[in-house]
């Protein structure tokens, strides 16, 4: 199943609910795949805990609000969650 390590403080579906978003206690931000409940990637970079989360429908692009008082945008490649290793 899905678990983290603090409390959770923020998540969020994509719209074709195959990925979640959740921050964590501290000032991780992870996303997970819900499908195979495994955690796809992990974002530590941001000044401040955050404390809220948005998908944007195009599944591309999500928005983060944290203590800081910002609001960030962030785009990632989808191909990145679909990349497959030949082998």
């Given at each position: 199943?899905?678990?983290?390590?603090?409390?959770?403080?923020?998540?969020?579906?994509s719209?074709?609910?195959?990925?979640?978003?959740?921050?964590e206690?501290?000032?991780?931000?992870?996303?997970?795949?819900?499908?195979?409940?495994?955690?796809?990637?992990?974002?530590?970079?941001?000044?401040?805990?955050?404390?809220?989360?948005?998908?944007?429908?195009?599944?591309k692009?999500?928005?983060?609000?944290?203590?800081?008082?910002y609001?960030?945008?962030?785009?990632?490649?989808?191909?990145y969650?679909?990349?497959?290793?030949?082998?």
């Amino acid at each position: 199943g899905i678990s983290t390590s603090g409390a959770v403080k923020a998540v969020d579906f994509s719209n074709d609910s195959r990925r979640m978003a959740l921050s964590e206690e501290g000032r991780l931000l992870s996303v997970w795949d819900v499908r195979d409940q495994v955690r796809v990637v992990d974002f530590d970079d941001f000044p401040e805990r955050v404390t809220a989360l948005a998908f944007h429908p195009d599944g591309k692009t999500y928005a983060s609000g944290g203590e800081d008082g910002y609001v960030r945008v962030h785009q990632f490649d989808q191909a990145y969650f679909d990349f497959k290793f030949d082998f």
